[in-house]
């Protein structure tokens, strides 16, 4: 899709509000369609009249003008698209008003990651594909003197998505074809042609680092783990580092602690932690912040096996504390434990972001709506909570008092894996705390919000690649978005 700011178009685009009683053009089919209720222009709400003689219009509602977000224009903008694939339209042109006292730069972003939201679809393992006409072009008539700022914007947001896409291309990838090693190649291909350094490190390196927590979980199966490094310097002459950590189980089968089939079905998607990091990434260093940003991933499977860990096992950690294992299905959070102390103590991150589809706790709590969240420091969670309303991406803080630290304290090791079922995203979060090494932290569950049911907006069914842009926001300047 190609972005012109100048008049053109074969299809006239107008939008509505419910208010709104009288249109540029096409005013007597408009004032036609609003009065017999055909078009009230609801948020949303596509009214499309194509014809082969050249003088085509598509009516499109933004709701109340005085309820007008960013987030209206998205999923409005997105339908939109949708509707223009039905109609098979591949060129339109519309005129983008400032709203308002709203930002024109943020408008015509939202405008345009609602079209390009449109055009996402995994369809790679269909044998029989539906024949798509995709939009082509958007001429956008903008304000006079805008025309930097929105070339600009658009821009960014094109490659944002790109790295949302290429988020959700790995999520929804079966589990027989992604595997620690395959995650590494895609984050070695995707990423080093942007400029980030990618360092993989194997079975014998791990060992090295004495990695044990992950290494456990790893034992079951027969797939390498992985260790994967990202690193985009932005700004060399800056000593400040943010750090991105995600969860990388590429299959989680639960093991002994199985898993009931119905729970595993989807355990593909278990890395999506992994998985928005590298999209997030692939953005930051695509549009060339100048920021200093590294992503640590262990990728591994957790299975059964006869060499796979156990219930009532003793396991150490990269940090030295020891871990009593009580269910081997919450093994994410050990991965995590040795990959946020080695973000802490060996890359000596300033701050630290880990995203992790951590707990069934947090989908029941918050469901696909919100992402949970875990703090030590209140003005990174604030950045981070300010970043997610930016892209869209709704975050809620979770408690974390220190009474509940007693719920994963273990009689015969520094720390259980689990704190029971009470509490279970907190108790979750609070466990990687323990490993963060005082560093300013914000952990992110998104094991309701990066993989979903059906589809939801512009969120398609499957990998949402939720919060790729909340990560990407908060690595930029928060006063420059």
């Known amino acids: 899709m190609k972005f012109h700011l100048k008049k053109g178009g074969d299809v006239k685009v107008l939008m509505s509000f419910k208010e709104t009683e009288s ?23 596509v009214y499309s009249q194509i014809s082969h003689e050249g003088d085509s219009v598509v009516f499109l509602g933004l709701g109340e003008e005085e309820k ?27 005129s983008v008003p400032k709203f308002g006292d709203r930002c024109y730069g943020k408008t015509n972003k939202a405008i345009s990651e609602g079209l390009l939201q449109s055009q996402y679809d995994f369809d790679k393992y269909k044998s029989e594909k539906k024949p798509k006409v995709l939009l082509e072009d958007v001429y956008l008539d903008i304000v006079s003197g805008e025309d930097e700022k929105v070339e ?44 980030v350094d990618v360092k993989v490190l194997g079975q014998k390196e791990i060992e090295n680092l004495r990695m044990e927590a992950f ?26 580092k943010l750090a991105l950590v995600g969860k990388g189980l ?23 932690g992994s998985a928005s990091v590298i999209g997030a990434m692939y953005a930051i260093a695509s549009n060339k912040l100048k920021k200093n940003v590294v992503a640590i991933v262990a990728a591994c499977e957790n299975m059964v096996s006869g060499d796979a860990y156990k219930t009532g096992d003793i396991i150490g950690s990269m940090s030295g504390k020891t871990i009593e294992v009580e269910n081997t299905d919450a093994e994410g959070r050990l991965t995590l434990a040795d990959a946020l102390w080695y973000a802490s103590t060996v890359e000596k991150a300033d701050k630290i972001v880990d995203l992790a589809t951590l707990t069934g706790a947090c ?37 974390n008092n220190e009474d509940y630290k007693e719920l994963f304290k273990s009689h015969f090791a520094d720390l259980k894996n689990t704190g029971g079922r009470s509490a279970g995203a907190i108790t979750a979060g609070m466990f990687l705390q323990e490993f963060v090494n005082d560093t300013p932290w914000v952990h992110l569950d998104i094991a309701g919000t990066a993989f979903i049911d059906k589809a939801a907006g512009y969120l398609p069914k499957g990998a ?8 990407f926001y908060l690595a930029k300047d928060i006063e420059q978005n």
């Open 23 to 45: 249109v540029e053009k096409f005013n007597d089919l408009f004032s036609f369609l609003k009065n017999k209720e055909i078009f009230k222009g609801d948020a949303g709400e």
């Open 68 to 94: 007008l977000e960013y987030e209206t224009l998205r999923k409005s903008f997105f339908s939109l698209g949708n509707e223009l694939q039905k109609k098979k339209v591949k060129s339109i042109g519309l």
């Open 152 to 195: 600009s914007v658009i821009k960014e947001t094109q490659m944002v998505m790109d790295g949302v896409f290429l988020t959700r291309n790995l999520v929804n990838e079966p589990a027989m074809n992604l595997y620690p090693e395959v995650l590494a190649k895609e984050a070695v291909d995707k990423l080093t042609p942007v400029g």
């Open 215 to 240: 290494l456990s979980v790893a034992r079951g199966s027969s797939k390498e783990p992985k260790f994967i490094i990202m690193t985009y310097m932005g700004n060399p002459d800056s000593k400040e």
């Open 250 to 272: 590429t299959y989680d089968s639960g093991g002994y602690s199985l898993k009931p089939a119905a729970g595993m079905a989807t355990m593909h998607s278990d890395m999506a």
């Open 363 to 399: 989908v029941v709590a918050l469901g696909s709506v919100n992402t949970g969240a875990i703090a030590n420091d209140e003005k990174l969670m604030k950045d981070v909570s300010i970043a997610a309303g930016l892209a869209g991406e709704p975050v809620w803080q979770l408690p």
């Open 464 to 471: 949402s690649g939720v919060p790729v842009k909340t990560l």
